[in-house]
């Protein structure tokens, strides 16, 4: 499969998009005739008599579009890209899956969508009208369409993601979610809970930390614990691009849909925690990975260049230092400006030599040198092939566990690794040190009434005359 670039060089906010190998398989194709599928192990533990599981797929961009193809690949579908070649993994996990549900708050996305999976996975997809909702409680009803031990796709934007999981652990389903998880400490707490309500009823859970399912990466972490490159003493990471610039608000259009419109989610603090979360979170729980830990502490600088006409709420750099108990630094930054040097790696820094974790677009680009020296010219080590992208094995991992009864619950871990990017956010947005403890007792929330929102609701922030947002001033502005 190609690879595919996860990067807009596009100065409006209108034109964002955010691909990857796995909405790569939701962009066009068609769906080849079912492989054959292995015969049921453990009938009883998952939904029907025939060993269907059904999806319901909430939230209809690229991303949930992308996840329902790796479900079909996992579930023994072949399936193929524009150019005919098959998509990489898919182990036929016992059984076949069926999408019969989706959810949107937008009518021409789901029919949009609906055509394209419909063209992409053939029989996989079974959502007739009646079947796609619309609206700010479309969630209720995809996932009542579900039976326990279906999946309910969690995709939609960071702010609605516990609101979600918790209904979908009310009705005892499975449940894949994307990142981000949650954009303020009060919605990740909030995440925590419903994760142990869903432990305590053996629901399996799937997180899109995708990362942490990469081979190549795992046997990079396994030479890091067998001490190859000495001890971690920094890490350092860089997402650093064009940009992502929201012109204003022109005040004749609804401004909550607006807000939650594609590509404008990502400007808002409260509808998905903004740009540098959403950028930045992989490589941030790369770095906890590393350690094995979560920071104690963390602190950092950002701000706008001068002359920057972006009306959003986000900065265009954020520069973070974590501290972990120690000692050790993981260093991250963000940059998001035009015409300025671009870069997307991970690297690691031991007592014995350097490493390359991750590479442009989180390619699996784990590289141990013969000492500091970064260069493709003085790599001791690298890792065999993947074999399985990722963001097929997270899928392959999950429905095995269903069709299997194997303890597979991913909330916490992600739950905090999210909480860990919004303490370096904060740090930089109210400008101090802010501590894991803090984190952990924090409440706070960018806009409490999630649950209620409707079409004519008003938007939780409001724009001013000139159609701008507030941005984070620092010594004044308040997110823990």
């Not at 990469?214 to 396994?222: T, V, Y």
């Not at 409707?454 to 922030?461: C, G, R």
Request: aromatic content about 8%; glycine content about 10%.
């Amino acid at each position: 499969m190609s690879h595919c670039v996860h990067r807009n060089g596009s100065s409006s906010s209108q034109n964002m998009t955010h691909t990857s190998r796995r909405e790569f398989l939701a962009a066009g194709g068609k769906a080849l005739a079912a492989s054959a599928v292995l015969p049921s192990i453990l009938p009883g533990l998952y939904a029907a008599e025939d060993n269907t599981i059904q999806l319901a797929l909430i939230g209809c961009g690229g991303r949930g579009t992308g996840a329902v193809a790796n479900a079909m690949s996992a579930g023994g579908l072949v399936v193929e890209d524009k150019s005919g070649r098959q998509a990489e993994g898919g182990k036929g996990i016992g059984g076949p899956v069926k999408l019969v549900a989706m959810a949107d708050l937008r009518q021409d996305r789901l029919d949009e969508k609906h055509a394209v999976l419909q063209d992409l996975l053939g029989d996989g997809v079974d959502v007739p009208k009646e079947r796609r909702f619309r609206g700010f409680d479309a969630y209720k009803h995809a996932i009542d369409c579900l039976r326990p031990g279906d999946v309910a796709l969690l995709t939609t934007h960071a702010a609605f993601r516990a609101v979600h999981l918790e209904y979908a652990v009310e009705k005892g389903v499975n449940v894949f979610m994307e990142k981000d998880f949650g954009a303020d400490p009060g919605s990740i707490h909030r995440l925590i809970k419903a994760g142990e309500a869903a432990e305590k009823k053996n629901l399996k859970v799937a997180c899109g930390l995708m990362c942490r399912h990469s081979s190549a990466r795992q046997a990079m972490i396994q030479k890091i614990r067998e001490g190859a490159i000495g001890d971690v003493m920094m890490i350092r990471a860089y997402r650093m691009d064009p940009g992502y610039f929201m012109p204003p608000f022109a005040k004749n259009e609804n401004e909550l849909l607006w807000q939650l419109s594609p590509g404008h989610p990502y400007q808002f603090l409260w509808s998905s925690g903004g740009i540098f979360i959403e950028l930045m979170i992989h490589q941030i729980d790369e770095c906890f990975w590393i350690k094995d830990s979560f920071p104690v502490s963390a602190h950092g600088v950002g701000g706008r260049f001068a002359g920057s006409t972006d009306a959003s709420q986000n900065l265009d750099s954020y520069s973070i230092e974590y501290t972990f108990a120690d000692g050790t630094k993981a260093l991250v930054t963000g940059r998001y400006i035009p015409k300025c040097f671009s870069d997307f790696a991970s690297f690691v820094h031991g007592t014995k030599c350097a490493a390359k974790f991750s590479g442009d677009t989180h390619a699996p680009d784990c590289w141990i040198y013969k000492d500091q020296h970064i260069d493709r010219a003085n790599v001791a080590w690298r890792p065999e092939k993947e074999m399985v992208n990722p963001w097929q094995a997270e899928w392959d991992i999950l429905l095995n566990a269903i069709r299997n009864d194997k303890p597979h619950n991913e909330v916490r871990r992600a739950a905090l690794s999210n909480l860990g990017a919004i303490m370096g956010r904060a740090a930089v947005h109210m400008g101090r040190v802010i501590t894991w403890d803090e984190m952990m007792a924090s409440k706070f929330q960018f806009f409490a009434g999630v649950d209620s929102l409707t079409d004519s609701s008003p938007a939780p922030v409001q724009a001013d005359a000139q159609g701008r947002y507030p941005a984070p001033k620092p010594g004044e502005w308040v997110e823990v």
